[in-house]
């Protein structure tokens, strides 16, 4: 199987005297139907990855290849294409619209990409929210929702346009141990049932133990990485 995304040798510093060092040459490849989860100490540089990987930032060194194509010359709107058609994003603050419905929350992406009629968009956001267990709540808006049910419909926002990578950040950092395992149930799912690659980044043990891969980072680099066989 190819990758979806790698990287090579990639670094992204701060300028500064001295200059602040993010990631420090980092290699690797995310593949696809595959749970990775990324860990290490507070401040190691997790968040400062998934950012890269996810092409929400630049690379100071390095390239960052998605489908095989590399990523560095491509401007600001292009990449933001590629966001938008084939990633999705969970943080650990849900960041829903608060004037819309979960339904129009979950509208939301597909409404952008502009590639089907509303009808449509409106019948796969209903059915993605029945998949998470939501299909009663759709109509409601996100101060009407538990924590866990606003996780619940931020991932099926990040999967309305069927992106080929999610990536997480701390995406259960916020939630109890019950809705906690939840999520790391559909992580799992979303990458073994539905063949996407999911990367997140978690202090959570649980999640990184429900994880394919673990990439241990310290001080911007990877210090391990350990397949777990399936
Ligand atoms: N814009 C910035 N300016 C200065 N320092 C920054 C900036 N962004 C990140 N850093 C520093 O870079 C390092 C890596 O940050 P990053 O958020 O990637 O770490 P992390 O491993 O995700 O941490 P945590 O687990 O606490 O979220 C940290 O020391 C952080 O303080």
């Known amino acids: 199987m190819s990758a979806i995304i790698e990287v090579e040798g990639v670094s992204r510093s701060l300028p500064g005297t001295p200059p602040v060092t993010l990631v420090a040459d980092v290699s690797l490849s995310i593949q696809p139907a ?8 507070s401040g190691c540089g997790k968040s400062s990855l998934l950012y890269l990987l996810g092409l929400l930032d630049r ?3 390095g390239h960052v290849l998605f489908n095989g194509q590399d990523m560095n010359p491509l401007r600001g709107d292009a990449r933001a294409q590629i966001r938008l058609a084939s990633f999705g994003f969970v943080f650990q603050f849900h960041f829903l619209l608060p004037e819309f419905t979960a339904l129009e929350n979950v509208m939301l992406p597909m409404r952008r990409l502009g590639k089907r009629p509303l ?4 019948a796969k956001a209903q059915a993605l929210l029945e998949g998470m267990g939501l299909g009663e709540k759709s109509a409601k808006t996100p101060d009407r929702l538990s924590g866990g049910e606003r996780q619940r419909v931020a991932i099926a926002r990040a ?22 395992a939840r999520v790391v ?9 539905q063949g996407r690659a999911v990367v997140c980044v978690t202090h959570d043990p649980d999640v990184a133990a429900a994880a394919d891969v673990q990439i241990s980072m310290l001080d911007g680099r990877i210090k391990e990485t350990s397949v777990r066989p399936r």
């Open 34 to 41: 595959t749970f990775v989860a990324i860990v290490g100490p």
């Open 59 to 61: 690379p100071t060194k």
């Open 119 to 122: 009808g449509e968009i409106r």
């Open 159 to 180: 999967i309305a346009n069927d992106p080929a990578l999610v990536l997480g950040d701390e995406p259960t950092g916020n939630l109890d141990s019950q809705n906690s």
């Open 185 to 193: 149930d559909m992580f799992r799912n979303l990458a073994h049932e």
